[in-house]
T-cell receptor, first 112, second 116 residues
C-alpha cells in the first residue's frame, strides 16, 4: 500500500520568510514523488517532480529515502505563493498501470 | 491545460437523482482519472481508465460508475446521488509511457456538485 502524509493542514508565514511544507511517504518500491499546487479556484498543476531535480518558482524538494520524506522548500516566500499544496506519490497498480496517491494537502498563506 | 474540459462546471441536484459528469480531452491520451476533492481529505481517486472500455476502481468508488466508449471522453455517473457526494470533481489525464512522466497528470477545471 502507498500512503502520503502531509502533517500540516495550514501553514502561515510572512513574506520573505523561509517556508517548508512537509511530506512523508510510505511505499515498498522505488518511489516517484511530486508536488502539485492549486491556486485559489484554479485547477491543480504540477509544481515539480523529484526525478527532474528542478527548481520551479524558487521551490525545491529533495527526496530523502532514509527518512521517507519529500519536503518542499523555498528560501523567501512571496504572497503569490499562497495556495494549496499537495504532495503525491506515483506507485505501481498492476499491469502497466500507475496511479497517484495524494496527501491531504497543506494550505499555505503568505502574509504581507 | 492539455485540452481538458469538464461539463457541467457547476451542478445542483437532489438526493436520489442520477448525475453524469463528462470529461473531454483533445490530445488522445490513454489514461484518464476521476478524483473528488474534499476539505481534510485532499484528492481521492474514484475510478480510472487505461483505454477505451478499460476501467478500474480507485479508493472511493462506491456509488460511482464510469464509462469510456471513446478515447476522448470519460464519463462519471452517480447512479443515485447522496449528500455525501457533494464535492468538487476533477478529471485528469496522463501519459505513463514516458517514465519521467508517470506521475505527471494534467487536470481539468473541476465540477462543483451540490447534492441537496
Amino acid at each position: 500500500a502507498q500512503r502520503v502524509t502531509q502533517p500540516e493542514k495550514l501553514l502561515s508565514v510572512f513574506k520573505g520568510a523561509p517556508v517548508e511544507l512537509k511530506c512523508n511517504y510510505s511505499y515498498s518500491g522505488s518511489p516517484e514523488l511530486f508536488w502539485y499546487v492549486q491556486y485559489s479556484r484554479q485547477r491543480l498543476q504540477l509544481l515539480l517532480r523529484h526525478i527532474s531535480r528542478e527548481s520551479i518558482k524558487g521551490f525545491t524538494a529533495d527526496l530523502n529515502k532514509g527518512e521517507t520524506s519529500f519536503h518542499l522548500k523555498k528560501p523567501f516566500a512571496q504572497e503569490e505563493d499562497s495556495a494549496m499544496y499537495y504532495c503525491a506519490l506515483s506507485g505501481y497498480s498492476g499491469g502497466s498501470n500507475y496511479k497517484l496517491t495524494f496527501g491531504k494537502g497543506t494550505l499555505l498563506t503568505v502574509n504581507p | 491545460d492539455a485540452g481538458i474540459t469538464q461539463s457541467p462546471r457547476h451542478k445542483v441536484t437532489e438526493t436520489g437523482t442520477p448525475v453524469t459528469l463528462r470529461c473531454h480531452q483533445t490530445e488522445n491520451h490513454r489514461y484518464m482519472y476521476w478524483y473528488r476533492q474534499d476539505p481534510g481529505h485532499g484528492l481521492r481517486l474514484i475510478h480510472y481508465s487505461y483505454g477505451v472500455k478499460d476501467t478500474d476502481k480507485g479508493e472511493v468508488s462506491d456509488g460511482y460508475s464510469v464509462s469510456r466508449s471513446k478515447t476522448e471522453d470519460f464519463l462519471l455517473t452517480l447512479e443515485s446521488a447522496t449528500s455525501s457526494q457533494t464535492s468538487v470533481y476533477f478529471c485528469a489525464i496522463s501519459r505513463p509511457g514516458l517514465a519521467a512522466l508517470k506521475g505527471t497528470q494534467y487536470f481539468g477545471p473541476g465540477t462543483r456538485l451540490l447534492v441537496l
